[in-house]
């Protein structure tokens, strides 16, 4: 993995530890937003053109008493 990971991101302008391969999309990003540290007010915003699992991450955000939904 780390073989493509060095040829990656040349072409996407990053560094190589700045690139993380995951299973999925959906892995991708709850990974990211367990990593963001939510606190209570905080507030996770995303559209109604999200597909189920750009919007099922968030479900765990919610639970620790961050805010997420759609603006409006």
């Known amino acids: 993995m780390s073989e493509l990971v060095e040829r990656v991101a040349p072409?996407?302008?990053a560094d190589t530890?700045?690139?993380i391969l995951?299973?999925?999309t959906t892995d991708g990003m709850c990974t990211v937003l367990?990593?963001?540290n939510?606190?209570?007010g905080d507030e996770v915003l995303y559209t109604h053109h999200e597909h189920v699992a750009g919007?099922?991450?968030p479900l765990?955000?919610?639970e620790s008493e961050a805010?997420?939904?759609r603006p409006q």
């Open 11 to 13: 072409q996407m302008g």
């Open 17 to 19: 530890h700045e690139i």
């Open 22 to 24: 995951t299973r999925n």
């Open 34 to 36: 367990e990593g963001l």
């Open 38 to 40: 939510l606190q209570p």
């Open 55 to 57: 919007t099922s991450p």
């Open 60 to 62: 765990p955000a919610m």
């Open 67 to 69: 805010k997420a939904g």
